[in-house]
Nanobody, 125 residues
Framework: QVHLVESGGGLAQAGESLTLSCAAS????????VGWFRQAPGKEREFVSA????????DYAASVKGRFTISRDSAKNIVYLRMKSLEPADAAVYYC??????????????????WGQGTLVTVST
């Protein structure tokens, strides 16, 4: 069983940057597509970004395109989400998720295989 652990959340001012990490100790993590989701208080969980197991395809929500960058380091079993130009609307709990099929990350998150516990991002004005 692959366990996902997010880190890197915290408090940032609007316009600043944060980088989130999703790590797994198991090498099989590299076989998974990995995505980031977020959920703000009182709102539904929403897709943010995803990357294939090979890293050759990346997808972004329209609200973060151009500001967020997803990447992965297979040697370290880590997927990163670099967030630039943060806005108050970006404040949420960010979750890492993994699945063998990237379509389950990008199209319908009901059947995603693995989830992390989340890391909180707060953005102040």
């Amino acid at each position: 069983q692959v366990h996902l652990v997010e880190s890197g959340g915290g408090l940032a001012q609007a316009g600043e940057s944060l980088t989130l990490s999703c790590a797994a100790s198991e090498r099989t993590f590299n076989d998974y597509a990995v995505g980031w989701f977020r959920q703000a208080p009182g709102k539904e969980r929403e897709f943010v970004s995803a990357i294939t197991w090979s890293g050759d395809y990346r997808d972004y929500a329209a609200s973060v395109k151009g500001r967020f960058t997803i990447s992965r380091d297979s040697a370290k079993n880590i997927v990163y989400l670099r967030m630039k130009s943060l806005e108050p609307a970006d404040a949420a709990v960010y979750y890492c998720a993994a699945d063998h099929a990237i379509v389950r990350l990008t199209e319908n998150d009901r059947f995603i295989e693995l989830w992390g516990q989340g890391t909180l991002v707060t953005v102040s004005t």
